[in-house]
């Protein structure tokens, strides 16, 4: 049974800094494709950042520059590394995994089979 565990939100003042963290199990292949999204309020779901078996990443462009994804395979974890936050990021983020080598689209959320259960990012102005 597949898992995804995050952790590492919270709340901060614009201009601060969280990384979340998103443990794994449960997949044993190395053809895992995983991605950050996020649900503000009102909003629709978005991918924020995607990282590709082949190591390939991709950001949304409203975090390029403040965000970085990254995993530790030998502790399977995905990180998120947010900085130079804004109110706008506000929301849950999600991590979510896929058995596959490369997505189509990596920032989109139908690619994705398993989803985590979420933690809340709130950032004040």
């Known amino acids: 049974q597949v898992q995804l565990v995050e952790s590492g939100g919270g709340s901060v003042q614009s201009g601060g800094s969280l990384r979340l963290s998103c443990v794994v199990s449960?997949?044993?292949?190395?053809?895992?494709?995983m991605g950050w999204f996020r649900q503000g309020p009102g909003n629709a779901r978005e991918g924020v950042a995607a990282?590709?078996?082949?190591?390939?990443?991709s950001y949304a462009d409203s975090v390029k520059g403040r965000f970085t994804i990254s995993q530790d395979k030998s502790v399977n974890t995905l990180y998120l590394q947010m900085n130079n936050l804004k109110p706008e990021d506000t929301g849950m983020y999600y991590c979510?995994?896929?058995?596959?080598?490369?997505?189509?689209?990596?920032?989109?959320?139908?690619?994705?089979?398993?989803w985590g259960q979420g933690t809340q990012v709130t950032v004040s102005s």
């Open positions: 979510a995994a896929d058995q596959r080598w490369l997505l189509r689209n990596p920032l989109l959320g139908q690619e994705y089979s398993y």
């Open positions: 449960g997949i044993t292949s190395s053809s895992v494709c």
């Open positions: 990282i590709d078996s082949d190591g390939s990443i």
